[in-house]
């Protein structure tokens, strides 16, 4: 293990190997580097890039379209899950002022 794996976050080890995954996934499917590089850095998190990953398993997409189309659905699901949390937490917090009031 070199010295920059040593001072990283089980977090950034996580990411980095997500990444890996879907950029070897992504070459093996013949598409571009710069693909999977603007790929990751839209997913963002590991969690995104896994399943990613897994649809280009699946699916073995011939065009970066649909590539593309697919990164764009992965991230327009995880806006509408956040969306839906923060929606979440305004309501509590709404039904704790209705019942205890602004005391």
């Keep these: 293990m070199n010295d920059r ?6 977090g950034q080890r996580e990411w980095q190997l997500s990444k890996r995954s879907l950029m070897e996934e992504l070459r093996v499917l013949g ?19 896994r399943r990613m990953t897994s649809y280009l ?3 073995k997409p011939r ?12 991230c327009s699901e995880i806006a509408a899950w956040k ?21």
């Design 63 to 74: 065009s970066e379209e649909l590539v593309v189309d697919e990164m764009l659905a992965i």
């Design 31 to 49: 598409f571009r580097r710069e693909l999977g590089e603007a790929i990751a850095a839209n997913l963002g998190s590991p969690k995104a890039m």
């Design 57 to 59: 398993r699946q699916v």
């Design 83 to 103: 969306e839906k949390k923060a929606s979440e937490e305004a309501n509590a917090r709404y039904n704790e002022i209705l019942y205890y009031g602004l005391d």
């Design 5 to 10: 794996n040593k001072t990283m976050t089980d």
